[in-house]
C-alpha cells in the first residue's frame, strides 16, 4: 500500500498565493507520475498538473502560467506552487500517484484532498 500525505491549502484573497505539498510513503518500487487534481462543489474532478518520473510536466489550461508543479530530487514529493490565485480556483485538491509496488504491478493512489478557498 501507498499513502499519499498533503499539506498546504487554506484560505487566500483572490490574486494571492499558495502552495500545497504531497508525500508518497509506504511499498513503493518506482514513481510513474505524480500531479494534483481538483474538485469543486458540484463539478467532476479535474486535472490541475502532472508530472513523471523523466521530468515531463503537464498542466490544465486554467493552470498554465500561473501554477508551477515540482518534485523534490528522491521524487517522492511533489509540489503545486499556485500564483494570482481566482475564486473559482477554490476546491478540493487532491494529490494523485501512479506507483510500481515491484517490477510489474503499479496502483494508482490518492490522497485525502485538502482545501483551497479563493475569497474575491
Known amino acids: 500500500q501507498v499513502q499519499l500525505a498533503e499539506s498546504g491549502g487554506g484560505l487566500v484573497q483572490a490574486g494571492g498565493s499558495l502552495s500545497l505539498s504531497c508525500t508518497a510513503s509506504?511499498?513503493?518500487?518506482?514513481?510513474?507520475?505524480m500531479g494534483w487534481y481538483r474538485q469543486a462543489p458540484g463539478k467532476q474532478r479535474e486535472l490541475v498538473a502532472t508530472?513523471?518520473?523523466?521530468?515531463?510536466?503537464n498542466y490544465a489550461d486554467s493552470a498554465k502560467g500561473r501554477f508551477t508543479i515540482s518534485r523534490d530530487n528522491a521524487g517522492n514529493s511533489v509540489y503545486l506552487q499556485m500564483t494570482s490565485l481566482k475564486p473559482e480556483d477554490t476546491a478540493v485538491y487532491y494529490c494523485?500517484?501512479?506507483?510500481?509496488?515491484?517490477?510489474?504491478?503499479?496502483?494508482?493512489?490518492w490522497g485525502q484532498g485538502t482545501q483551497v478557498t479563493v475569497s474575491s
Open positions: 494523485n500517484g501512479r506507483v510500481y509496488s515491484d517490477h510489474h504491478n503499479w496502483n494508482e493512489y
Open positions: 509506504g511499498s513503493i518500487f518506482r514513481i510513474i507520475a
Open positions: 508530472t513523471n518520473a523523466g521530468g515531463a510536466t
